[in-house]
Structure formats: C-alpha cells, structure tokens
C-alpha cells in the first residue's frame, strides 16, 4: 500500500460520514454538544433549519448520552421504547441532530445551553446532498404526540418536490413503508430503514425515479435525528471527502 493510499485511507477511517461497504453514514460524531450544524460535511452534505417558532434558524448537535441536559427525552440509554431499545445497554447514539429551541452562545459555534425546539410544528431540518442519491435511512429519538407530531419527509430533485412520507406511515399497516418494528413514543429510539427511490416509485411517487438530492425532514415536535444513511460516493470523491473532512477536524 503506497503512502498516499494508506493516507487516503486513514482519512476515511477518521472522518465519521464515510463507514461501511456502499453506505456513507453521517453520525456527526466528533461535533461537540451544542455545535451549530452547517458545512462540516461538506462538499457531501450541507445542513440548515428552519423554526419557525424562534428568531434563529439553527441546526446543533445534541450529545444523547449526557444526563442532565434540558431535554431528558433524548438521553439514553436506557431508551423507553423503540427498535434500539432492544440492547437497551449498548444502543448509544451519542450526538444527535436536533432544531435548537434557544441561541445562548451561539457566537462561538457552540451553543451553551443545547434544547431541541418543543413547538409544534419545531420546523424543518434540510438535509442537502452534492449529488443525486437514491436511497435515505436514519434514527430518530422521541417523535411522540397526536399523529406522530406531524413530522414527514419531502424529497426534492433540482428543488422540485418528488416524494412526500410521512411518520405515521411508519407505522399504519396499509403504507407501503409500514415497519412492524418502529415503535414511536417519549424518549423512544428507532432505526428507520433506507427508503429507496424504487419504493418511493412503487408507492406512487413516479417523478421519484431518477432520485433526489435534498430531503427535508418536516419536524413536528421535540425530536433529534441521527446515523443518516445514503449510498456512499465512488471513486476519488470517497476518498476527498474524507480528506476534506479530517483537513477541517485538524484546522477546527
């Protein structure tokens, strides 16, 4: 293995979005409780919000496995319920992405006081990718209330609307994204399975079919989100990003 490969390679390793055969998984560990989300994955990934409850719009990292913080239904584990509530001891999801209900410091990047926004509706996570994809998975922790808070997912393509999902879909038998798994509820912790373009097609989405390249996580209420998934990026992109990534954790 030649120097330059085994440094590209080291990259990958570090940089916590690029894990696993074919899937690149953005865990946003390594981000501190409280960090204000925005291009720290990019050119991969670029994250904004939208709240429309407050006078910021703020994406932060939210650090589940403290105890103490202003939201209690996002620590753990233990979890109350959910499809990782299986291992309830092992399941750690560490930091989470969350809509930031206050802006208390946010002057240095790191909010003082992280909380996720507990209006209904808390707003919009959008999630915009450099490339088409065509499959999207993550976690989320405590969706909760009447009709699953709202939340739902928009996929767009060239900023058009191809595909709209909703949580309660979820978990409604009839939908053709039903998961017998998923159990919603306070400070419950679920794995929602990639939701392919395919299936996206097959439940009537047809403008669905060449993909999409930014999902918009409709927010309902207190909830924060993690380990998203999509198809990792081939070739020399892999390897820059990764590199990028570990340029910009050295420099930070």
Do not use: C, K
């Amino acid at each position: 293995m030649t120097p330059i490969r085994s440094a590209a390679f080291a990259a990958i390793a570090m940089a916590a979005p690029l894990a696993g055969a074919g899937i690149t998984t953005f865990d946003f560990e390594g981000l501190a409780h409280g960090e204000i989300v925005n291009t720290q994955y990019a050119p991969l990934l670029t994250v904004s919000a939208v709240n429309p409850n407050r006078g910021h719009d703020i994406a932060a990292a939210f650090d589940t496995s403290l105890i103490g913080t202003l939201d209690p239904d996002l620590e753990g584990p233990p979890w109350a319920g959910g499809n990782l509530a299986i291992s309830q001891t092992e399941t750690q999801l560490g930091r989470a992405l969350i809509i930031a209900e206050n802006a208390v410091g946010a002057g240095d990047g790191i909010l003082d006081n992280p909380d996720d926004e507990g209006s209904r509706p808390a707003g919009q996570l959008i999630l915009q990718f450099s490339r088409t994809i065509n499959t999207f998975g993550f976690d989320v922790i405590d969706i909760e209330g009447i009709i699953l808070e709202g939340s739902s997912l928009e996929f767009f393509r060239d900023d058009v609307l191809v595909a709209t999902v909703e949580f309660a879909d979820f978990t409604t038998v009839a939908s053709d994204f039903y998961d017998a798994t998923i159990v919603f509820g306070d400070n419950t912790a679920n794995r929602v399975a990639p939701i392919s373009a395919s299936a996206l097609v097959s439940a009537g989405f047809a403008s669905a079919s060449d993909g999409f390249d930014r999902v918009v996580i409709n927010v309902g209420g207190s909830s924060a989100f993690d380990n998203i998934i999509i198809p990792a990026p081939s070739g020399l992109l892999a390897f820059a990003g990764g590199w990028l990534m570990l340029s910009r954790r050295r420099r930070a």
